[in-house]
């Protein structure tokens, strides 16, 4: 198994205030929007990104969590069930501008499924998504993110392994492997 370092913790810094400030030219004020992490290693860089917003506004943006496991196309197909991760969503999302943040974008059906899971929670105005990895030419369905972290080329053989220290690790650091 060979391993490349694709961020370390100082470009993840630097990527997740770039990121920071990308989310603040276009939603300003943050009055409309709200912040959706999905489960279960999204929510990681959501907190993350919301950490950051609220220190430079200097207010409270709206953050929750989502789960997308009994909305997943394969949800039925696995030999070992999925086991869900919980929904906390404490605040109506009608008409409000929803950033989806998730750590990796893949294929593209996790995101299809938290749009039809987000629905239980109201009709959003607008519905933007912000990865840290956008894995590029493994798309099954035509999902593009607004906002990237770092753009990736990747084979389907190869995973990218996101390493937090809000996860446990001790130190921050996402990785592309090699399946050998």
Not at 52 to 64: A, E, H, V, W
Not at 135 to 162: F, H, W
Request: hydrophobic fraction near 40%; charged fraction near 30%; proline fraction near 4%.
């Amino acid at each position: 198994m060979q391993k490349k370092l694709i961020l370390d913790s100082d470009l993840l810094d630097i990527t997740v205030s770039r990121l920071c400030q990308e989310l603040i030219e276009n939603h300003t004020d943050f009055k409309e929007t709200v912040l959706i992490g999905m489960q279960p290693r999204g929510i990681y860089l959501a907190e993350h990104i919301h950490r950051n917003l609220t220190k430079i506004l200097k207010r409270d943006i709206p953050l929750g969590y989502l789960d997308t496991t009994f909305h997943r196309d394969d949800f039925r197909r696995r030999e070992i069930p999925a086991k869900a991760s919980e929904n906390r969503i404490p605040f109506i999302i009608e008409e409000k501008k929803v950033v989806l943040v998730d750590d990796v974008l893949f294929t593209g059906r996790t995101i299809r499924a938290a749009m039809e899971a987000m629905i239980a929670f109201g009709r959003p105005a607008k519905v933007e998504l912000l990865v840290l990895i956008d894995r590029k030419y493994n798309r099954e369905l035509p999902i593009a993110p607004d906002y990237v972290g770092k753009a990736v080329n990747t084979m389907s053989t190869q995973k990218v392994l996101v390493e937090l220290q809000a996860q446990g690790h001790k130190h921050n650091k996402i990785w592309l492997i090699n399946k050998d």
